[in-house]
């Protein structure tokens, strides 16, 4: 049985469309990305990583927030899209791009933030929860996760965005931060720490 959906069906989608989710014209997206960001706890990151990256759209605004960023995706049009986009920002030489998929042996690092946006939910359950405590136990000590998915079905996929939540959320290691959710899409933030409030770790006063 197949644990993920096979790279040629992603291949396909790019063969027609560049863009094919319109991820750098849709104010959906825009929107998306600037939510993800907002929940990110920490202003600055050193080494990112994120799985999935298409055209680079969130790579580009990943690339602001951290000093490096190394992002994977199983099509080779998708990373000819993000190569071109990431030259055009400025910042094609902070990050690292190569086709990988997210099941695979994660590379080095180490990272102090995971991206996983529109995703986890390409890998069946039982595989993206071996994926998730494999890789998830060699990033840094008081990383964080952030995961943002879709909420409505879409029938190739194996798992539902919630359903893909609920694996991720239940990773060893992970504790949850906050969430964001409407019928669209659901953001989750993690860390691999104490779980402590941005205000706590800020000495804000009253915050425990
Ligand atoms: C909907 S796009 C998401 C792009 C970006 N992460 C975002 O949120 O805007 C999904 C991307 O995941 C890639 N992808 C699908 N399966 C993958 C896998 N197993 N490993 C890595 N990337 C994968 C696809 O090629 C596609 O470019």
Same mark, same amino acid.
């Given at each position: 049985?197949? /644990?993920r959906?096979?790279? /040629? ?5 790019y063969a ?16 998306k990305?600037?939510?993800t ?6 202003p600055?990151?050193?080494h990112?990583? =994120?799985?999935?990256c ?7 605004l ?26 055009q ?12 998929s997210?099941d ?15 995703v986890?939910?390409?890998? =069946?359950? $039982? ?8 890789e998830?136990?060699r990033?840094?000590?008081?990383a ?21 939540? =609920?694996?991720i959320?239940a ?22 720490g $104490? ?7 800020? $000495? ?5």
């Amino acid at each position: 049985m197949s /644990t993920r959906l096979p790279d /040629t069906y992603f291949d396909e989608i790019y063969a027609g469309d560049d863009d094919p989710w319109q991820l750098s014209t849709r104010w959906y997206e825009q929107r998306k990305y600037g939510i993800t960001l907002a929940m990110l706890p920490n202003p600055r990151y050193r080494h990112a990583f =994120e799985p999935g990256c298409s055209i680079g759209t969130l790579t580009e605004l990943l690339a602001q927030r951290c000093d490096h960023v190394t992002a994977v995706d199983v099509a080779e049009a998708a990373l000819r899209g993000a190569g071109m986009r990431l030259r055009q920002a400025g910042c094609r030489d902070r990050v690292t791009l190569s086709r990988a998929s997210v099941d695979a042996a994660w590379p080095a690092g180490p990272f102090d933030l995971l991206v996983l946006s529109e995703v986890a939910y390409y890998l =069946e359950a $039982d595989h993206l929860a071996q994926v998730l405590e494999r890789e998830c136990a060699r990033l840094q000590p008081d990383a964080n996760v952030v995961a943002a998915h879709w909420r409505h079905p879409v029938a190739d996929y194996p798992l539902s965005g919630d359903a893909a939540h =609920e694996v991720i959320a239940a990773t060893p290691g992970l504790t949850a931060l906050g969430r964001y959710r409407d019928r669209d899409v659901v953001v989750e933030v993690f860390d691999t720490g $104490d779980g402590r409030s941005v205000a706590a770790r800020e $000495d804000v006063p009253g915050a425990r």
